[in-house]
């Protein structure tokens, strides 16, 4: 069925005269409407830079979308509240707590990823499609958890930057896989180490960004509305199967696109045809 999300069903920003206090390490809220989850980053007076107790929040999140109670929510936005997306991640507020950075450090076998690497790459996990909605700064960690989202949707004055170079760090949330994915060794080199800041437009052009849109939220719900036409089964076997292609032979991932296409294939006989 298809998406009827309108821009008045969107989620509300956040207001400090009505809406709670946020608190000063910030916080992740959640807003589903009709299919989609929108998941938001709130600490808008630090411009969203991320604490350790959001990173929690972001892995701890990422897997209700897995859930088999939660099948009615076909796509994820991210986006952050406030006059940012993200500005990176908070370092003054992190060090404070050496103990708590390096416990999240830690590597959990099961996956493959601390709790850095998770909070950005807990997104390509999901059977479900995750669009990242920018304004603003995009900085840093902000930019590795807009890689982690599968498809980008950007103002065109959005300032976005590998910053790590700047701050003398490396990026280290999953962004050296996913940045190089998305535009290629080359461009993911001079971005890495100029850590240059380039507005949204020419991050469209590196292909680092999927759409351009003056609201970025809007856009990410009409681009997502063609998918979400689409068999969910069908969508999350594409995703998966391209989001593994890259780190398999071909071997592999000709022999995953087989199972995924049988199993189609097979639901598909069992059902009938899908009407046109």
């Known amino acids: 069925m298809p998406h009827r999300a309108t821009s008045a069903t969107f989620p509300q920003p956040y207001d400090p005269a009505t809406d709670p206090p946020v608190p000063s390490e910030g916080t992740i809220v959640v807003e589903i409407v009709e299919d989609i989850a929108f998941v938001g980053l709130r600490r808008p007076d630090k411009l969203n830079a991320l604490t350790l107790s959001m990173l929690d929040s ?31 991640m908070d370092l003054g507020h992190a060090l404070k707590d050496p103990v708590g950075i390096a416990r999240r450090f830690v590597s959990r076998p099961w996956l493959g990823t601390n709790v850095f690497q998770e909070a950005c790459w807990a997104w390509r996990r999901l059977p479900v499609p995750v669009v990242a ?120 991932a000709f022999a995953r696109e087989r199972r995924a296409q049988l199993a189609l294939l097979a639901r598909m006989g069992r059902r009938g045809l899908p009407v046109r």
Not at 60 to 88: Q, T, Y
Not at 183 to 211: C, F, Y
């Open 58 to 88: 972001l892995v701890d999140v990422a897997p209700i979308f897995r859930r088999r109670r939660n099948r009615h929510v076909r796509a994820v936005v991210l986006h952050g509240e406030g006059e940012a997306f993200c500005a990176g």
């Open 133 to 252: 909605a920018v304004h603003g700064h995009c900085l840093g960690a902000g930019l590795q958890l807009a890689l982690g989202a599968d498809l980008r949707v950007s103002t065109p004055d959005a300032r976005w930057s590998v910053r790590e170079a700047h701050w003398g760090l490396t990026p280290d949330m999953s962004g050296t896989r996913s940045l190089s994915e998305v535009v290629g060794l080359d461009v993911a080199q001079e971005l890495t180490l100029s850590a240059r800041v380039l507005p949204g437009d020419e991050a469209a052009r590196l292909g680092l960004v999927t759409r351009l849109a003056d609201d970025p939220i809007a856009g990410a719900v009409e681009l997502l509305a063609p998918i979400l036409a689409n068999d969910p089964q069908a969508v999350a076997a594409g995703k998966r199967l391209l989001t593994t292609a890259r780190a398999s032979s071909p071997r592999r």
